[in-house]
């Protein structure tokens, strides 16, 4: 047999209409409470972007001799661009693809990659890579203060 003498029942929590009183929030049934905003799946974006960019330049300079051979870029800051007013659904759906850059003059063996330009697209897709995951990296060491995990 047990005693409840002197046994404290827990307290009840909130009805669904009432707020907590222990300064707690409550969140609205079928609201999603998000721990990464419309700007962090951007910046992800971005990096799988710029991530793609590398490998389509690297491709370029590593067919610099193959006749007929057409350049390939990344234009993943349009695509993200774009994207932006739709929120971080609309970011985290948008397709970021290398295609065929039909701009790039062609030389006399149907080849359309410049070294020069290519060198020059991969050193500055390379400092923004590192940029942005900087940035990233920062956000998640804010995130990780907040939650106290640090």
């Given at each position: 047999?047990?005693?409840?003498?002197?046994?404290?029942?827990?307290?009840?929590?909130?009805?669904?209409?009432?707020?907590?009183?222990?300064?707690?929030t409550?969140?609205?049934?079928?609201?999603?409470?998000?721990?990464?905003?419309?700007?962090?799946?951007?910046?992800?974006?971005?990096?799988?972007?710029?991530?793609?960019?590398?490998?389509?330049?690297?491709?370029?300079l590593?067919?610099?001799?193959?006749?007929?051979?057409?350049?390939?870029?990344?234009?993943?800051?349009?695509?993200?661009?774009?994207?932006?007013?739709?929120?971080?659904?609309?970011?985290?759906?948008?397709?970021?693809?290398?295609?065929?850059?039909?701009?790039?003059?062609?030389?006399?063996?149907?080849?359309?990659?410049?070294?020069?330009?290519?060198?020059?697209?991969?050193?500055?897709?390379?400092?923004?890579?590192?940029?942005?995951?900087?940035?990233?990296?920062?956000?998640?060491?804010?995130?990780?203060?907040?939650?106290?995990?640090?």
């Amino acid at each position: 047999m047990t005693s409840s003498v002197g046994a404290k029942e827990a307290p009840a929590g909130p009805t669904p209409n009432e707020e907590p009183t222990d300064g707690r929030t409550r969140c609205e049934p079928g609201i999603r409470m998000e721990l990464f905003d419309t700007v962090h799946v951007a910046l992800e974006r971005a990096i799988q972007g710029a991530g793609l960019r590398h490998e389509a330049l690297a491709a370029n300079l590593a067919n610099i001799n193959t006749p007929g051979y057409r350049r390939q870029d990344v234009d993943f800051h349009s695509a993200l661009q774009a994207a932006m007013p739709g929120g971080r659904d609309a970011i985290a759906a948008t397709p970021i693809a290398a295609a065929v850059d039909s701009t790039a003059p062609m030389r006399p063996d149907g080849n359309s990659v410049d070294v020069d330009a290519e060198a020059a697209n991969l050193a500055q897709n390379a400092l923004e890579y590192e940029a942005l995951t900087q940035v990233l990296r920062v956000r998640g060491d804010i995130i990780e203060i907040a939650i106290g995990s640090r």
